[in-house]
């Protein structure tokens, strides 16, 4: 299947990263990805799951509005007015969607629908606020089996230093950072 991607308007610039991380998971595992907005990331990802012939159970999580009690006002300037994020990204994804799962939900809440010890590899690209880079990372850490990965977005400076601060203080330092990226194995 050909990559449509990049004519979807979004932050994703992680192929190599997404890439690593698709290799990580195991055949028939679970990985979440954590914001896809107008589906640019998860078109990617799974464009290369069916290329690859992978077999995985892949959950795009989004809220696809933005919740005052979330979202910071620098996010809500960034993501702009959101009635039609919806509607664009079931346009955008519209050829993948039978390979994968949407859930349109809070981010951490979103957890709930998961069984413990269930979910092999986690992306986090939803809030960017402390608050919201914790109670992602806290509820959805009993999710990851021992082993897979839990990764996330924007470790970098440019956000006051919350992504930075959240995983640190939860997770201690990233086993490594690459394109803005953290990665740790959950031990
Ligand atoms: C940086 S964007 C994701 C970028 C996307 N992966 C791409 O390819 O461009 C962050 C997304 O997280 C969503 N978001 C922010 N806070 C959220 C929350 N608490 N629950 C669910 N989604 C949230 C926003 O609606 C937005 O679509």
Redesign the pocket.
């Known amino acids: 299947m050909e990559h449509k ?1 990049k004519d ?5 610039n992680m192929e190599k990263q997404y890439m690593y991380l698709l290799k990580n998971t195991p055949e028939n595992g679970t990985f979440v ?10 078109t ?1 990802l799974v464009t290369e799951m069916i290329n690859q012939k992978r077999s995985i159970d892949f959950y795009a ?7 005052p009690n ?2 910071d006002k620098k ?1 809500i300037d ?2 702009g007015k ?1 009635f039609s ?1 919806l509607e664009e990204y079931i346009k955008n994804t519209k050829h993948i969607s039978e390979y994968y799962t949407t859930i349109v ?4 809440e ?1 957890a709930n629908k998961f069984k413990d010890n269930s979910v092999d590899t986690i992306f986090i ?4 606020t402390y608050n ?1 880079v914790k ?2 990372i806290v509820s959805w850490l009993p999710k990851i089996k021992i082993g897979g990965i839990i990764a996330g ?2 470790y970098r400076k440019s956000w006051k230093n919350d992504v930075i601060k959240a995983v640190n203080e939860i997770l201690g330092t990233p086993d490594f950072v690459e394109n803005g990226c953290w990665f740790i194995k959950k031990k």
């Open positions: 991607y979807i308007q979004g932050w994703f990805e954590l914001g896809t907005w107008k589906g640019r990331s998860t990617f999580v989004d809220l696809f509005e933005n919740d979330i979202s996010e960034a993501y959101t994020i939900s809070n981010s951490s979103a690209d939803a809030g960017h919201a109670s992602d977005h924007d």
